[in-house]
């Protein structure tokens, strides 16, 4: 029988499922994940920093907030056409969606037209769109679906008890209301968090339970480790268990049967056979490209390299018989050169 989708997670379950033995873990996680997909498909995106740095927020993971000094240098706005030639090489190397992300605590009104220009450009050439922008209001998430957005980028970072030591400008109640304001402007949600910034195992599965609880579960659920940079507050925090990191992507799998689990920033440092075991957890799910916003990423060759030694392909667009979708964004070889809400 389908493993149930529920939105009713007790934080006690999920600790019980961190504590399995790993086999069994694994296991678990890996008969959910046939339940709903093909174990040898990978979903693999791209995305391009749009406007970089100079952030006001203060995430104390993030290379650009504007009060660290992590070399991460300013930029503005890119023009719509500068975005539309990078979107037209994603395309040509393969793309299926594009993913446009901006270092803001909330984007600007004015600002809106500038990314809607570029949402409806990028959809023109057929491809998915993404965008990841910071906190929406109602109006603004309808803007940007009216411009032709398929998908939102909004993470909740860690469990909400863990949020205030983490972030100081804003409330995780806000980042729950941007999450509202994306549903209910019919868009897709794209919702995960970190681990390894210093939070325990329970603040770990308070992070999944708060993911698996919302009112639907994040199409996406980027799965990020810290990637720890010089000059932010969280720089030298202890490394994370790199098997207590398997088990949060098995976990996040088994409460989010549907959903693309995906290995996000912090894949770089992680050795192909970390990566082999977040694949049989269930992760199906990465990001493909020189960099991720400011931190490094795989390049491509060795992602190749490692599909091929696994036996992985990347994941075709389709559509199953619910109408629940399960794109693939299939991207060779653009620059993301940085982002900040660490999707
Ligand atoms: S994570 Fe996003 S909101 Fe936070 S400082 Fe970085 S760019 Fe700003």
């Known amino acids: 029988m389908a493993s149930e989708i529920r939105h009713d997670w007790r934080r006690e379950e999920l600790l019980a499922l961190f504590g399995l033995p790993l086999p069994e873990l694994l296991f678990r ?6 339940e709903h997909f093909d174990p040898s498909e990978v979903q693999v995106s791209t995305l391009l920093s749009v406007k970089t740095g100079g952030c006001p927020e203060d995430c104390s993971y993030c290379p650009q907030a504007q009060r660290y000094h992590t070399g991460v240098d300013a930029t ?17 190397a393969g793309a299926s969606r594009f993913c446009m992300g901006a270092a803001w605590r909330s984007p600007k009104d004015r600002d809106i037209p500038k990314v809607a220009q570029m949402i409806a450009g990028v959809k023109a050439l057929g491809l998915e769109t993404c965008a990841t922008l910071g906190m929406l209001s109602p109006g603004q998430a309808d803007a940007l679906r009216d411009a032709g957005l398929d998908y ?3 993470n909740l970072d860690t469990a ?3 949020y205030g030591d983490i972030v100081h400008t804003r409330q995780y109640q806000d980042r729950l209301d941007t999450l509202e304001h994306v549903r209910q402007a019919g868009l897709k949600t794209c919702c995960g968090g ?3 910034m210093g939070e325990t195992r329970e603040q770990r599965a308070g992070l999944l ?4 609880n919302l009112p639907a579960h994040p199409d996406s659920v980027p799965i990020n480790r ?3 940079v010089a000059g932010t507050p969280l720089a030298g925090t202890a490394e994370l268990d790199p098997f207590e990191f398997v088990r949060a992507i098995a976990v996040a799998r088994i409460a989010m049967p549907r959903s693309m689990v995906r290995l996000s920033a912090g894949r770089e440092a992680m050795s192909d056979e970390l990566q082999a075991l977040c694949f049989m957890a269930g992760a199906n799910s990465i990001f493909y490209g020189e960099k991720l916003l400011t931190t490094g990423n795989p390049d491509t060759g060795r992602d190749q390299a490692l599909f091929a030694r696994l036996g992985l392909v990347p994941m075709p667009v389709r559509v199953d018989a619910d109408g629940h979708d399960h794109p693939g964004t299939v991207h060779a070889d653009i620059t993301a050169p940085a982002r900040g809400c660490a999707a």
Request: net charge positive.
């Open 194 to 196: 970190i681990v390894g």
């Open 29 to 34: 996680a890996a008969t959910v994940h046939r």
């Open 226 to 228: 810290l990637v720890q």
């Open 76 to 92: 503005k706005l890119m023009e719509a056409d500068q975005v539309l030639e990078k979107a037209r090489q994603a395309k040509a």
């Open 160 to 162: 909400p008890e863990f």
């Open 152 to 154: 939102y980028n909004h």
């Open 209 to 212: 339970q708060a993911l698996a």
